[in-house]
Every structure is written in C-alpha cells, then in structure tokens.
C-alpha cells in the first residue's frame, strides 16, 4: 500500500472587508514576546527587552515606508494614488491590503526577525496590490517594475513554532522512507503498512515495494 497522496491544502483567505486587527507597534511588540515565552522560544539574539530601541525603530521604518510609497507613486503612477496607511499587524509573516479601508498591514514578528529588506520587500508586494487584487502574471509584472522580487516571505521562527505544536498534537506518528529518509506525518501507526510513494514510483514502476515501507522516524 503506497503512501496516501498528499490533499492539496485549503487556502484561508484572509477578506479584506472585515476590520484589521489594527493595533499599536508598542502592543504588538508586547504580544509577540508573550507568543515567543507561550512557545518557550529562545529569542535572546534578537534583544526584545530593549523597548526604547525597538519602538525607535518600528516607527522609524514606518516613517520611510510612508517615503516609499510617495516616490513609487511619483515615478510608477503618476501621483496618482491615494496614500494608505501603513501598519504592524499580528500575521506570523507576510502582510496584506485591505481595500475598503486602504490599509497596509506588514507583520511585526517578520520584521523583526528577517529586517527591514522583507519589510519592504512586503510592503511593494502590497502596494502592487492596491492596482492589482490578484497574483496575475501582470501582478508579478507591476511588482517587479517597483523594485519587488516577488519572492515568497519567509517563515519566522513563531510561525515555524506554531506549526510544529499542531503537528504534534494532530500528526503524532512520524515516519520515514529507508530509501530516500523523506519523513512524513500521519494521524496513526497505520502508516507503518505504506510505502514512500516517490520511491516506489521511482524504481518499482509505481507498485508497491516493501523495500520502500516506511518506518518510524
């Protein structure tokens, strides 16, 4: 029995017409340590009691982003767009544009782990989103006409956390292949009974092959 086939993950939009959850850099900051002490994360390296240099900054950045977004404006939209407020928000990572309210909210805890290069590598992807809802080929298209790369925003060390804790207590099983020590997660030990579908597709013509059970990792 070859491995269940991995079900394509649901996708939670995030609607843009709700409230934002919008609320000062000085409450989030405090939020994100009271989430890392939650994980028992060990975040010393990154100085989180230093409230004076944090908050400098926080509305520092926030400060530029504004600048940012009145030069883009100027040289890619003729002036053309209204200016929108620029936040911290609670995502684990990333941001999002909210439209009724012409909001742009760029996660705390991302900025704070990964610096200012993914903030603003965030904040131009939604700035491109305030022309273009969609991630279009013309989205990606605009997106790098403003200096953005497109690339996926990175996972924090919270998010990674909190991903972990789920699979722990709702994938308990971990096991692997022998052949290729891909590990996977299951619900049950009924798992022990399937083999690494990509190997058995790989050297048994896609038939089982005990060669390739899996084992508990």
């Known amino acids: 029995m070859h491995a269940p086939q991995k079900q394509g993950k649901k996708k939670?939009?995030?609607?843009?017409?709700?409230?934002?959850?919008?609320?000062?850099?000085?409450?989030?900051?405090?939020?994100?340590?009271?989430?890392?002490?939650?994980?028992?994360?060990?975040?010393?390296?990154?100085?989180?009691?230093?409230?004076?240099?944090?908050?400098?900054r926080l509305e520092a950045l926030l400060a530029k982003a504004h600048r940012t977004f009145d030069e883009i404006n100027a040289s890619h939209f003729g002036g053309q767009l209204l200016r929108p407020r620029i936040i911290y928000c609670?995502?684990?990572?990333?941001?999002?544009?909210n439209k009724n309210r012409h909001t742009i909210g760029i996660s705390l805890s991302m900025m704070i782990e990964h610096g200012e290069p993914e903030f603003f590598e965030t904040l131009l992807h939604e700035i491109a989103h305030i022309q273009i809802a969609s991630h279009s080929p013309k989205f990606y298209e605009l997106l790098r006409?403003?200096?953005?790369?497109?690339?996926?925003?990175?996972?924090?060390?919270?998010?990674?956390?909190k991903r972990e804790r789920y699979l722990a207590?709702?994938?308990?099983?971990?096991?692997?292949?022998?052949n290729c020590r891909k590990e996977y997660r299951y619900r049950t030990r009924r798992a022990l009974s399937y083999a690494c579908r990509p190997c058995c597709q790989k050297f048994a013509r896609g038939k089982f092959d005990a060669r390739f059970r899996l084992v508990m990792a």
């Open 12 to 56: 939670y939009h995030r609607h843009t017409n709700g409230t934002p959850n919008e609320r000062s850099a000085w409450e989030l900051l405090k939020n994100y340590r009271r989430a890392l002490s939650r994980y028992n994360i060990d975040a010393a390296e990154l100085d989180l009691d230093n409230n004076f240099y944090w908050l400098f």
């Open 90 to 97: 609670t995502r684990s990572t990333g941001g999002y544009y």
């Open 145 to 161: 006409a403003i200096g953005g790369s497109g690339r996926k925003a990175p996972m924090t060390i919270l998010l990674r956390a």
């Open 169 to 178: 207590e709702h994938y308990p099983v971990r096991v692997r292949c022998p």
